[in-house]
């Protein structure tokens, strides 16, 4: 092609390409990269890729073409796979789950996959690590598969599928071997909930984490509004006051206006992040981080945390931010159904009618999120947003 345009007179200059792309070597090879290394003109050889320590911490790393390096499809070990997941291994110490969805979403069969990868892990590994070799971790829950049963079952159907969700979260998070998540690119709305719920985050750099469901007229319903209500009760716990609405305002915020982290380092500030996560500058180095934090973790005696009760801000607390949104709605920052989506989403993260600081757990505030979840999916508003953002790909205002 180079050679087309220097005999067209497209190229910047005249000058021939040398005599060693069309013969020799190269030529027989096919190009100057091979799995024997890459065309050194000088040497006049194949030259090998250096083997340096820091390569060691890469094992997929990006590639030329015609290099033939492998290929994180085929590698390692399969113990099992599927048109949604493939469960492999690396080392025999790790199990790796790898999502093959569309966007990553995540369906039933994903849910099912996960489950399986943990139940083996649990059997005779030392921990799980869900990792894609791509720019989406996963982009949330997959819309289209809930559709069918949506129109012939109604809002229950979605329910139960929904509750299946929030209860393989749950799993993940109790499970007593480390579930480590390998975030790098997209992890919105379903997929920022299964980073949130397992044991320790691996983040790459450019990792853009947030809950973006409103984008489409829903709240999160895979535990992401009871994940934020305990993060703000355990945030809570230092303090000196017992008003629960300081450390809650930024996660309901966060969640109400659909923000994501432009970083890995703007998702810690948002709240996705922990501050005992890691954040890998190299995302070729994302997966050898993760396999050995799992391993760290499995081997200094890691124990699922203890499920307990924790306070909510109450009425009183979804009073305040009910008036906030008020405010928006009347000035014309928000819309009326903007106000309505929000208002449940204060119903869920406040934990409901009840008296600001009662105790609750997860499973009550995922029940209501399974409530609000489906007074908003039987709207015609949300429904439309849905419709506008799978054909459009951008979200409808309404």
């Known amino acids: 092609m180079v050679k087309e345009d220097i005999d067209a007179g497209k190229a910047l200059c005249n000058e021939p390409l040398p005599d060693w792309v069309f013969n020799g070597p ?8 091979t799995p024997q290394g890459s065309w050194n003109p000088t040497t006049a050889q194949f030259v090998p890729v250096r ?6 911490r890469q094992h997929f790393p990006e590639s030329v073409l015609g290099a033939q390096a492998p290929s994180a499809a085929t590698a390692g070990t399969t113990l099992h796979e599927d048109d949604a997941i493939r469960l492999w291994t690396l080392d025999d110490q790790v199990v790796i789950a790898s999502i093959k969805t569309k966007m990553h979403a995540i369906g039933p069969d994903v849910i099912e996959g996960l489950l399986q990868g943990l139940a083996l892990a649990q059997d005779k590994y030392k921990g799980l690590v869900i990792w894609s070799n791509d720019e989406v971790f996963s982009a949330g829950a997959d819309l289209q598969a809930m559709l069918p049963a949506f129109m012939t079952g109604g809002v229950k159907a979605i329910e139960g599928a929904e509750y299946e969700m929030q209860q393989a979260m749950l799993k993940l998070r109790y499970a007593n071997v480390p579930v480590v998540s390998a975030v790098r690119g997209l992890a919105l709305g379903g997929g920022c909930e299964l980073a949130a719920y397992t044991a320790r985050r691996v983040a790459a750099m450019e990792s853009y984490i947030g809950l973006v469901e409103v984008g489409v007229g ?14 703000a009760a355990e945030n809570a716990v230092g303090s000196t006051g017992k008003d629960l609405l300081p450390f809650l305002t930024a996660g309901f915020t966060a969640a109400a206006m659909a923000k994501v982290g432009t970083s890995a380092l703007e998702s810690r500030k948002l709240g996705y992040l922990l501050e005992g996560d890691v954040i ?18 499995f081997d200094s005696g890691y124990r699922a945390p203890l499920k307990r009760q924790f306070p909510v801000a109450g009425r009183s607390g979804l009073a305040t931010i009910k008036g906030s949104l008020v405010n928006m709605r009347d000035g014309g920052f928000i819309s009326a159904y903007d106000y309505f989506i929000g208002c449940q989403i204060a ?35 949300t429904q439309e947003r849905i419709m506008g953002m799978m054909s459009t790909g951008k979200p409808v205002r309404n």
């Open 347 to 381: 119903w869920v993260v406040c934990g409901g009618d009840v008296d600001a600081g009662s105790l609750v757990d997860e499973d009550y505030l995922m029940t209501l999120e399974r409530q609000a979840f489906g007074v908003l999916l039987g709207n015609p508003k």
């Open 51 to 56: 083997s340096l320590p820091v390569y060691a």
């Open 26 to 33: 190269v030529a027989e090879a096919g190009g100057v990269h």
């Open 218 to 231: 829903l709240v999160p319903g895979g535990g992401g509004l009871a994940y934020i209500a305990r993060r």
């Open 280 to 297: 890998v500058p190299h995302k070729d180095e994302l997966l050898f981080v993760a396999i050995n934090e799992a391993k760290a973790m």
